[in-house]
């Protein structure tokens, strides 16, 4: 079992529609949770931290977390075509963070 | 203060030579990560530094590849007797304190022709 699974996709949405990531995670005692969004050839950008059970919106961004179900997901509420990128779910480990595979986005005109 | 820097930002280099990579980390960050990624793939683990020390390694990191922090400011990642499965993008990221996010440098491309 991976530590950080993500659906790889490609997850397609139309733009103005919500887009829905997720990924769970095997550490129960995993502290800290990350969205990272990736284009493509370019270096992962933090997008939103979530460190306790609920939701956390910033901006067009939701990210929640529910640490008895080992769950974090990222809703993209109005996506735009700039929106498209890879996503990457991240969790802290002892001394280092955990990456998911990454799901990659498309958001269609 | 100017992000993480990496240089180069594409290396190609041939099979059996020698590469050394450089990260300039956010100067208030006392930690510091490397990090490869392949296509398609998260990245991957590799080692970490507090300030100075080295305090892990991945099992990832054969003997080939060995890093430093000297003073704590900038790390060089360095491969010996590259080998083609070592083509990757190699990825610094810093951050201040073990709960935080990192802030990733732009990358360097490794190619092993």
């Known amino acids: 079992q991976k530590e950080v699974e993500q659906n790889s996709g490609p997850l397609s949405v139309p733009e103005g529609a919500i887009a829905s990531l997720n990924c769970t995670y095997s550490?129960?005692?995993?502290?800290?949770f990350f969205w990272y969004r990736q284009y493509s050839g370019k270096s992962p950008e933090l997008i939103m931290s979530i460190y306790s059970n609920g939701d956390k919106e910033d901006g067009r961004f939701t990210a929640q977390l529910n640490k008895a179900s080992q769950y974090v997901s990222l809703l993209i509420r109005d996506s735009q075509p700039s929106d498209s990128a890879t996503y990457l779910c991240a969790v802290n480990g002892n001394n280092d963070m955990r990456f998911g595979a990454g799901t990659r986005l498309t958001v269609k005109p | 203060d100017t992000g993480v820097s990496q240089d180069p930002r594409h290396k190609i280099t041939k099979r059996g030579q020698n590469v050394t990579f450089r990260c300039d980390p956010i100067?208030?960050?006392?930690?510091l990560y490397w990090y490869r990624q392949t296509l398609g793939q998260g990245p991957e683990f590799l080692t970490y530094f507090q300030n100075e020390a080295q305090l892990e390694k991945s099992r990832l990191l054969s003997d080939r590849f060995s890093a430093e922090r000297p003073k704590g400011s900038f790390s060089t990642l360095e491969i010996q007797r590259t080998e083609q499965g070592d083509s990757a993008m190699y990825l610094c990221?810093?951050?201040?304190?073990?709960?935080?996010?990192?802030?990733f440098g732009s990358g360097t491309r490794l190619t092993v022709v």
């Open positions: 550490d129960r005692g995993s502290q800290s």
């Open positions: 100067s208030e960050h006392n930690r």
């Open positions: 990221a810093s951050n201040g304190g073990a709960n935080y996010g990192y802030t």
